[in-house]
């Protein structure tokens, strides 16, 4: 069975551009989660959705970030416009409704220069 | 302040050591616990769930003290292959996943 699919697995940008992130969860998982992970803050839940609706987006930094989940096999996370401080690992996560197990794709490692 | 707390480490044992990592968290709501392992540029996976009655895979014993506030991990007969990050995380809703900053092993011959 195919895992989480994140792309891209990396992506160097400039300052100022605009950064799209995409994940493919799991199929039949009805819940996904955006996670953000530095060195010096660890992994940060950034908003995670259930049955495609957005849940909880106070992980959200601020107004540059959005995400969306238009159906149930798609979602992306979108900076606009970016900066070096975004700088991270970005994971993609899907949870199934009788599992507590957590699947996470490989990340998408951004580097905004 | 995160709301799960953990020695960042790192922790450096030689095989066949015993070693235990402490996790504390501040939200008393949190209902579910877990270890997950992350090696190094790898995406987290889940190491084992953590239960009030502690549970035990294999060489791993994960607690539960509600009273305490903290989770633990045991690694017993520690292997090279063991060496990676262990993050504790606690759940307040069934689905707001909290993850501490995670430990950092390193097993050595």
């Known amino acids: 069975d195919a895992g989480v699919i994140q792309s891209p697995r990396h992506e160097v940008t400039e300052m100022g551009q605009e950064v799209t992130l995409r994940c493919k969860p799991i199929?039949?998982?009805?819940?996904l989660f955006w996670y953000r992970q530095t060195m010096m803050r660890g992994l940060e839940l950034l908003i995670y959705f259930n049955n495609n609706v957005p849940i909880d987006d106070s992980g959200m930094p601020e107004d540059r970030f959005s995400a969306k989940m238009p159906n149930a096999s798609f979602s992306t996370l979108k900076i606009q416009p970016s900066e070096p401080r975004d700088s991270a690992v970005y994971f993609c996560a899907s949870i199934g409704a009788n599992t507590g197990e957590l699947f996470f794709g490989e990340g998408s490692r951004l580097t905004v220069l | 302040r995160k709301e799960v707390e953990q020695d960042p480490g790192p922790f450096n044992v030689p095989e066949g050591a015993t070693v235990a990592f402490n996790c504390t968290y501040s939200?008393?709501?949190?209902?579910?616990f877990f270890w997950y392992r992350q090696d190094c540029r790898k995406e987290p996976k889940l190491l084992m769930s953590?239960?009030?009655s502690g549970n035990e895979d294999g060489r791993f014993t994960a607690q539960l003290n509600r009273a305490s506030q903290y989770i633990s991990l045991l690694i017993r007969d520690s292997k090279l292959s063991d060496s990676a990050t262990y993050l504790c995380?606690?759940?307040?809703?069934?689905?707001?996943?909290?993850f501490g900053k995670g430990t950092s092993l390193l097993v050595t011959p």
């Open positions: 199929s039949g998982h009805n819940s």
């Open positions: 995380v606690g759940s307040n809703s069934g689905y707001a996943l909290n």
């Open positions: 953590v239960y009030s």
């Open positions: 939200n008393s709501a949190s209902q579910s």
